[in-house]
């Protein structure tokens, strides 16, 4: 079974930044691709970025320039690196990982960013 652990949520100003880490805990996985989304209040979840095992990069336009994603494949762990921080950008993050058979997600972590 696989479980996912997000940290570094948290109130921050606009401007400010955090850092969110998600670690999966899953001896003998292999997880082609690992992302963060978000889900806004009172709005459906968005990707917010994704990479892949081999190190290809997607991100939403709305965090380009803005956000940074890395991985760490020996920890199992996804990171987002999150700066210049606006109110839009308050919501609850969800940390989610593939196989290629299944997908996990994370219990989520909410980030407010005040203005």
Same mark, same amino acid.
């Given at each position: 079974?696989? @479980? +996912? ?8 100003? !606009?401007g400010g930044s955090l850092r969110l880490s998600c670690a999966a805990s899953a001896s003998g996985f292999s997880f082609n691709l690992m992302g963060w989304f978000r889900q806004p209040p009172g709005k459906q979840r968005e990707l917010? !970025?994704? &990479?892949?095992? #081999?190190?290809? &990069? ?10 940074? &994603?890395?991985?760490?494949? !020996?920890?199992? =762990?996804?990171? +987002?690196?999150?700066?210049? +921080? ?12 593939? =196989? ?5 997600? #994370? @219990? ?8």
């Open positions: 079974q696989v @479980q +996912l652990v997000e940290s570094g949520g948290g109130l921050v100003q !606009a917010v !970025a994704s &990479i892949t095992s #081999g190190g290809s &990069i997607r991100y939403s336009d709305s965090v380009k320039g803005r956000f940074t &994603i890395s991985r760490d494949n !020996a920890k199992n =762990t996804v990171y +987002l690196q999150m700066n210049s +921080l606006k109110p839009e950008d308050t919501a609850v993050y969800y940390c989610g990982v593939s =196989t290629y058979a299944s997908t996990y997600w #994370g @219990q989520g972590t909410q980030v407010t960013v005040s203005s």
